[in-house]
C-alpha cells in the first residue's frame, strides 16, 4: 500500500524555521521524482519545491529561504523552511510522480500537515 505521511508542521513565529517531513512506503521511493506543494487557507494548492535526480526547483516566493532534500535511504522527503512569513501559513503536502512519467494522472499524494506562522 502506497502511503506518503507528512510531519513536522505546528506553529511558529514569524522569521523562525521548521523542518517538514515526508516518510514514503509501498513504492521504489529513489524511482520518483519529488515535490512539496502548499495550499494556504481559501486558496489554490501550489507548488513549491521540487527535487530532480539533478536539480532542484523553487518557487519565487520562496527562493532562499526554503531547501528541500531527500534520503533514498530513510525513504523521506524533508523541506527544510527557514525566516518564515506569516504569507506562508498553509496546509503542506508532500508529491511523488515517476521519474519515467512527470505527468501522470493519479501521482502520489500525502495527507498535508499544516503550518502556521503567527506572533
Known amino acids: 500500500q502506497v502511503q506518503l505521511v507528512e510531519s513536522g508542521g505546528g506553529l511558529v513565529q514569524p522569521g523562525g524555521s521548521l523542518r517538514l517531513s515526508c516518510a514514503a512506503s509501498?513504492?521504489?521511493?529513489?524511482?520518483?521524482?519529488m515535490s512539496w506543494y502548499r495550499q494556504p487557507p481559501g486558496k489554490e494548492r501550489e507548488l513549491v519545491a521540487t527535487m530532480f535526480s539533478t536539480f532542484t526547483t523553487y518557487a519565487d516566493s520562496v527562493k532562499g529561504r526554503f531547501t528541500i532534500s531527500r534520503d533514498n535511504a530513510k525513504n523521506t522527503v524533508y523541506l527544510q523552511m527557514n525566516s518564515l512569513k506569516p504569507e506562508d501559513t498553509a496546509v503542506y503536502y508532500c508529491?511523488?510522480?515517476?521519474?519515467?512519467?512527470?505527468?501522470?494522472?493519479?501521482?502520489?499524494w500525502g495527507q498535508g500537515t499544516q503550518v502556521t506562522v503567527s506572533s
Open positions: 508529491k511523488a510522480v515517476p521519474h519515467w512519467d512527470l505527468t501522470i494522472v493519479n501521482p502520489y
Open positions: 509501498g513504492f521504489t521511493f529513489s524511482n520518483y521524482i
